[in-house]
């Protein structure tokens, strides 16, 4: 998802270049993070929505140079197209379609990804956004919302992401399982306490794990 959420601020500081050239000055990408990371860190109450915390942050950046409205719906739509330009790893397609052939499968996502637009919404049974659950990931009620969907105890359930904090920690405190894809093969972080009960390299080792049980 990285290069894509790179591509969405890239694509809007270009539309904000053409059309907003004092709003691209004065808030260039890395100011224009750091005003949504203060935006986040003010807006505690919007933790779980980043579409807020977005709009919120244009507003601020148009206000700051004397605009009193921002063209939210353009803003947005530019950058929610391009962060669902999604390049998926080589591995992870056909490793879900062997995986969802099997299992029922949910995605939980803490941003705004939209299946659909990335072409893979087929493959899961449900899709639980922190938008519209009212939390996010690590706390462990968006993990209990995914199993009431799906039906099955958390303790039959394994999570699998690539962030140890919001994916496994919180995923092994509301009581699922857990396997972290951690394709850069690096050490399990000792302060988060017990390792995952798989740490694997890739979406088909995954697969292959789940077909030998």
Same mark, same amino acid.
């Given at each position: 998802?990285?290069p894509?959420?790179?591509?969405?601020?890239? @694509?809007? +500081?270009? $539309?904000?270049?053409? =059309? $907003?050239? +004092?709003?691209?000055?004065a808030?260039?990408?890395? *100011?224009?993070?750091?005003? %949504?990371?203060?935006? *986040?860190g003010?807006?505690?109450?919007l933790? =779980?929505?980043?579409?807020?915390?977005? =709009?919120?942050t244009?507003q601020?950046?148009?206000?700051?140079? !004397?605009?009193? @409205?921002?063209?939210? +719906?353009?803003?947005?739509?530019i $950058?929610?197209?391009?962060?669902n330009?999604? @390049?998926? $790893?080589?591995?992870?397609?056909?490793?879900?379609?062997?995986?969802?052939?099997?299992?029922?499968?949910?995605s939980?996502?803490? !941003?705004?990804?939209?299946?659909?637009?990335?072409?893979?919404? *087929?493959?899961?049974? =449900?899709?639980?956004?922190?938008?519209?659950?009212?939390?996010?990931?690590?706390?462990? %009620?968006?993990?209990?919302?995914?199993? @009431?969907?799906?039906?099955? *105890?958390?303790?039959?359930?394994?999570?699998?992401?690539? +962030?140890?904090?919001?994916?496994?920690? !919180?995923?092994?405190?509301?009581?699922?399982?857990?396997?972290?894809?951690? %394709?850069?093969?690096?050490?399990?972080?000792?302060?988060?306490?017990?390792?995952?009960?798989?740490?694997?390299?890739?979406?088909?080792?995954?697969?292959?794990?789940?077909?030998?049980?």
């Amino acid at each position: 998802m990285l290069p894509a959420l790179e591509r969405a601020d890239q @694509e809007l +500081d270009a $539309y904000l270049r053409q =059309h $907003y050239p +004092d709003v691209a000055r004065a808030w260039p990408i890395p *100011a224009m993070r750091a005003l %949504r990371a203060q935006v *986040a860190g003010e807006r505690l109450d919007l933790a =779980h929505d980043f579409t807020a915390q977005r =709009h919120i942050t244009m507003q601020r950046a148009f206000a700051a140079c !004397g605009l009193a @409205e921002a063209p939210l +719906d353009v803003l947005w739509d530019i $950058y929610f197209t391009a962060r669902n330009s999604v @390049e998926l $790893y080589a591995d992870s397609l056909p490793a879900l379609q062997r995986i969802t052939a099997v299992f029922p499968v949910a995605s939980l996502t803490n !941003g705004n990804a939209d299946l659909d637009m990335i072409g893979i919404r *087929a493959h899961f049974a =449900h899709h639980i956004c922190a938008r519209d659950t009212g939390v996010a990931k690590p706390d462990p %009620r968006i993990f209990s919302m995914a199993a @009431e969907r799906l039906g099955i *105890a958390p303790g039959e359930i394994l999570h699998v992401g690539d +962030d140890p904090v919001l994916d496994v920690a !919180g995923a092994r405190e509301a009581g699922l399982r857990t396997a972290w894809i951690n %394709r850069e093969r690096v050490a399990w972080p000792e302060a988060l306490g017990a390792a995952p009960e798989l740490d694997l390299a890739d979406m088909t080792a995954l697969a292959d794990w789940l077909e030998a049980q």
